[in-house]
């Protein structure tokens, strides 16, 4: 942990923060403060009433502006204004509440994960042992008659398994009593608090009954009961813990895949090492076999594979030489390669990546939102019905009625209800993104578990991303190198697939002539027009034949063209691939069930072969983004569930108001995405894929749901009417919430 004041002081120094900590971008009105988005992973968090503790201990600090902590994760995004607060202070509020404060990117994180499991096992051990001891000890009282025991051995007996008794107390129930401790200071209500307290009531009762064998309460110990209960909680705990790694392996292995430092290329030619974080544009860097790329960058010298399996989904290495573009995150799998640094920090792929992944496993979902709302009266609920067991039982028999209440504040326990939802969310959204699949929101998946329609767009999407021209048409005069490299012009200021076509065709063409207009403007769904010697418009056969004398009914085939303000001067016709796994996508939606429709703003005999290629009957071309966005809602006010899957570009509105969204990682910035999830590779199977798991994650939510309740409905009962002793109560408890992440677990096998 980072209690040390000297270790947390350092994390005030800009570039320390800088690692773990990025500029805030405001949703509404910007901000005039400096403001940062810090990612942490607090330590010693096991509930949703944890996350609680950490939210309003940091929203206490001055400065810090809002808090989102996830109890699943164990992360926290903190964002703070650097003029009010510095990280080491609200860092401090986290460690004065209880917890443990680490960077997201602190390289002592891994160590302290290993720590921590390593004393969950050895507290494991302790009682383990000591239960087993203790049972030996318990064990004549159970088959015994009486006058077989002596009263000295009787005493013998619960004395030596209040000794072995001990260890289990002060050791292994530590995490129980430390967390219960900590919010009864805070006077808050834990789910470690019924079950610290029945732990309390327990060996108190049991250690009265020892020392006091002719009390009000000295009929019976309870020893092995104690024992067996912390025995199997521990178990839950430990095996939770190890799932849990599992589960956010994908997010912890993709924030660690940058390298603490590299070699960076001095003047003199010479190599030396230097921390990543020193790195900038234009500096030229050597990646070592079996090393990551610590930054997007040109290889200027050298030749390898490069392992980008996490950042998009491919799973083959990708051969990269001279002159090819390496991103930050990747490993170096073969040779030795020299690096100019085109992108650093935020600005990379793998920033903004991470940045993605690390808000989508803060967020709660609506279903997991319900149970950490249910959870805190549920848990005053079982005090209030412990203490009234307790009271019901007192008259016969004071011993069995702490006992009962004992059974009811550890079986009704609600850590299956709270983990129920965000195990089966994260473990579906790492197994996505080991797939190239990015869970920008993890309500997402819930929507898209029960769509049943799906819109592709064309251009991007169900076709490859570049198309070739294959026939130019130009006016009288008008060489197709000059209209070419007037249409690049306009091109080059536009991300649509056609425009970059051509600015490729042209820089292919290797033409000396380039050429810029001024004042480029976008008119979405339509094309582009500027001011190069006079008026340009480069786009539709709509877009630009009001401003021409007409365009000659032989180009009328082609899709793009260029007119002056009162003349035609070329059109070109472009073709366009449509991906190899087109036809098994759209057949596997359709195996599941999911209507699938094509809505592009091309051509309508263009579309309309396309999807007759794929399979696709709906299929709807010459659509503005507004006509998409109205075919769309007529089907939403049908009662349809729609999916809609783009390139972001003109698809904005669709995907904004879709009621789930995806987009290609590769089409735009990432940062400027409205899709709900992001794919990072070509592949365009993993669309039917990510449904399928999204409906299987929903179905495995809705059974651990259905378990937490249905476990409660049973054993709270037979607690209550003292048929449930403590042990099994405990060992109830830990197999429920086992039970529930073991469940999820299964989330991340297969695709």
């Not at 401090?92 to 994180?109: E, H, Q």
């Not at 040109?298 to 392992?307: F, M, N, P, S």
Request: proline share 4%; charged share 15%.
């Amino acid at each position: 942990m980072h209690s040390d004041s000297s270790m947390v002081e350092l994390l005030d120094d800009r570039q320390e923060w800088l690692r773990f900590s990025q500029p805030h971008k405001p949703t509404s009105s910007p901000s005039s403060d400096d403001c940062w988005d810090s990612h942490v992973v607090v330590q010693g968090m096991h509930c949703a009433a944890c996350a609680f503790t950490v939210e309003e201990a940091l929203m206490a600090v001055p400065g810090v502006q809002s808090v989102e902590v996830n109890a699943a994760t164990h992360r926290a995004k903190v964002v703070w204004a650097a003029a009010r607060v510095k990280p080491s202070v609200w860092m401090a509020a986290i460690v004065k509440a209880g917890y443990g404060a680490l960077p997201a990117a602190d390289s002592n994180l891994r160590q302290a994960r290993h720590e921590e499991g390593r004393r969950a096992l050895w507290r494991w051990l302790v009682a383990g042992f000591c239960m087993m001891q203790v049972m030996m000890y318990a064990y004549p009282a159970y088959v015994s008659r009486d006058g077989d025991i002596t009263p000295d051995m009787v005493f013998l007996l619960r004395w030596a398994s209040w000794v072995l008794t001990l260890p289990v107390v002060l050791f292994s129930c530590g995490p129980f009593f430390g967390s219960a401790l900590r919010d009864i200071r805070a006077r808050r209500v834990s789910m470690d608090l019924p079950v610290a307290l029945g732990m309390v009531i327990t060996f108190l009762l049991s250690s009265v009954a020892t020392f006091e064998p002719n009390g009000i309460l000295g009929a019976e110990v309870y020893y092995d009961s104690l024992t067996m209960f912390v025995f199997f909680l521990l178990t839950g705990r430990w095996l939770e813990l190890r799932v849990r790694d599992r589960t956010a392996g994908a997010l912890e292995a993709l924030m660690n895949r940058l390298p603490d430092s590299v070699e960076r290329q001095l003047p003199s030619g010479a190599f030396e090492r230097v921390a990543v974080r020193r790195v900038l544009v234009g500096d030229v860097i050597r990646v070592s076999p079996s090393e990551s790329f610590p930054a997007d960058g040109v290889i200027v010298q050298g030749q390898t594979l490069a392992d980008e399996a996490l950042l998009t989904g491919e799973s083959r290495p990708q051969l990269r030489g001279v002159g090819d573009s390496v991103v930050a995150g990747s490993h170096n799998l073969s040779g030795i390669v020299t690096v100019r640094v085109v992108q650093v920090g935020e600005g990379t792929q793998f920033s903004k990546i991470v940045s993605l992944m690390e808000n989508a496993s803060l967020q709660k979902p609506r279903l997991a939102q319900l149970a950490d709302r249910i959870a805190k009266p549920f848990l005053l609920g079982v005090l209030v019905l412990a203490a009234l067991s307790a009271a019901w039982w007192w008259p016969s028999n004071p011993g069995h009625a702490l006992m009962v209440a004992v059974a009811v504040l550890v079986v009704t326990c609600p850590c299956a209800l709270s983990l129920a939802t965000p195990a089966a969310m994260l473990a579906a959204a790492g197994n996505l993104a080991r797939h190239g699949v990015l869970v920008r929101h993890l309500q997402a998946l819930e929507s898209l578990a029960e769509i049943d329609t799906l819109i592709f767009d064309k251009t991007g999407t169900l076709t490859q991303d570049g198309q070739r021209i294959t026939q130019v048409m130009t006016a009288d005069g008008v060489t197709p190198d000059d209209a070419l490299a007037l249409a690049a012009a306009l091109a080059k200021h536009s991300l649509h697939p056609l425009s970059r076509a051509l600015v490729q065709a042209h820089q292919n063409a290797d033409s000396d002539l380039v050429l810029d207009a001024q004042d480029v403007n976008e008119m979405i769904g339509q094309g582009l027009q500027g001011y190069l010697d006079g008026g340009l418009r480069l786009g539709s056969a709509v877009f630009c034949a009001p401003k021409t004398k007409g365009i000659p009914d032989k180009a009328g085939v082609c899709q793009v063209h260029l007119c002056r303000e009162n003349e035609w001067l070329a059109s070109w016709q472009l073709s366009e691939d449509v991906r190899s796994d087109a036809v098994q996508t759209v057949q596997a939606l359709k195996g599941l069930n999911v209507d699938v429709w094509l809505l592009s703003g091309d051509r309508v005999a263009s579309v309309q072969q396309v999807a007759q290629q794929v399979g696709i009957t709906q299929a709807f071309g010459a659509c503005t983004p507004q006509d998409k966005l109205s075919r769309m809602q007529a089907a939403q006010s049908r009662g349809a569930r729609v999916a809609m899957v783009g390139d972001g570009l003109n698809d904005g509105p669709v995907l904004a108001g879709a009621h789930v969204s995806m987009a290609f990682g590769n089409a735009v910035p990432l940062a400027q995405s409205k899709s709900d999830l992001v794919l990072m590779g070509g592949s365009l199977l993993v669309v039917a894929q990510s449904v399928k798991l999204a409906r299987q994650t929903l179905r495995v939510v809705r059974q651990n749901l259905v378990w937490a309740a249905a476990y409660n409905a049973l054993c709270v009962p037979l607690a209550v009417v003292g048929w449930l002793p403590a042990w099994l109560a405990g060992l109830g408890m830990a197999l429920s919430s086992l039970w529930v992440v073991l469940n999820s677990l299964r989330l991340t096998k297969g695709f």
